[in-house]
């Protein structure tokens, strides 16, 4: 089993700045991929980005390119998202994913086992 919390999350203006962390524990070395997903209220949990773990292949919504990075630090098993320039659409609870397989692109949800119980992220204009 694997454990996700995510941690970072608030409010902000549009063209602010949040870091979102996602500290994983458990049987992390089965972790292959990991993601972030986001949603927004009457609306379906989308990909935001994804990281193949060991490669450090990274892979973007066309939403975010340019403003969010994602990134990892091994050491801690923790998982990052960087968001800049942040715009009132982005305004929704973000949810860390991991998998045991990899990943090539941004896959979908249904491949995730292993969810977080989400940080809320609330952007105003």
């Known amino acids: 089993q694997v454990q996700l919390v995510e941690s970072g999350g608030g409010s902000v203006q549009a063209g602010g700045s949040l870091r979102l962390s996602c500290a994983a524990s458990?049987?992390?070395?089965?972790?292959?991929?990991m993601g972030w997903f986001r949603q927004a209220p009457g609306k379906e949990r989308e990909g935001v980005a994804t990281i193949w773990i060991g490669y450090g292949s990274t892979y973007y919504a066309d939403s975010v390119k340019g403003r969010f990075t994602i990134s990892q630090d091994n050491a801690k098993n923790t998982l990052y998202l960087q968001m800049n320039s942040l715009k009132p659409e982005d305004t929704a609870m973000y949810y860390c994913?991991?998998?045991?397989?990899?990943?090539?692109?941004?896959?979908?949800?249904?491949?995730?086992?292993?969810w977080g119980q989400g940080t809320q992220v609330t952007v105003s204009s």
């Open positions: 994913a991991a998998r045991e397989g990899g990943c090539i692109g941004l896959v979908s949800t249904d491949a995730f086992a292993y």
């Open positions: 458990g049987y992390t070395y089965s972790i292959h991929c």
